[in-house]
């Protein structure tokens, strides 16, 4: 993805996903995610987690994420790197 991706940022929720494993809510759109290589998305204790290529836990279904990334041309959230688990920025 190069410097366009670094650039640029996504995230949101993160939710369940048919298509990704988990997705993004942003406003109350839902989109799915396509993590960096090697990243995972798997159900663990009811929820689902995303693991790093280590196996090393990063998030959880229902945390807000944010990364350096852009959407592609279907829609879904590609993060590219510098992932992070931001407090919720609920009401």
Same mark, same amino acid.
């Given at each position: 993805? &190069? *410097?366009?991706?670094?650039?640029?940022?996504?995230? &949101?929720? !993160? @939710? #369940?996903?048919?298509? /990704?494993?988990?997705? %993004?809510?942003?406003? =109350?759109?839902? /989109?799915?995610?396509?993590?960096? *290589? &090697?990243?995972?998305?798997?159900? @663990?204790? =009811?929820?689902? @987690? !995303? !693991?790093d290529p280590s196996g090393? %836990?990063?998030?959880?279904e229902g945390d807000y @994420?944010?990364?350096?990334?852009?959407?592609?041309?279907?829609?879904? &959230?590609?993060?590219?790197?510098?992932i992070h688990v931001l407090? *919720?920025?609920? #009401?």
């Amino acid at each position: 993805m &190069g *410097s366009i991706c670094e650039a640029a940022g996504i995230g &949101g929720i !993160l @939710v #369940p996903d048919a298509d /990704y494993g988990l997705g %993004f809510q942003r406003l =109350g759109y839902d /989109y799915g995610a396509i993590w960096p *290589s &090697g990243y995972t998305a798997q159900r @663990v204790g =009811g929820k689902i @987690v !995303l !693991l790093d290529p280590s196996g090393h %836990f990063v998030a959880r279904e229902g945390d807000y @994420v944010v990364a350096a990334g852009t959407t592609d041309s279907n829609g879904a &959230g590609r993060a590219c790197a510098q992932i992070h688990v931001l407090p *919720s920025p609920g #009401p």
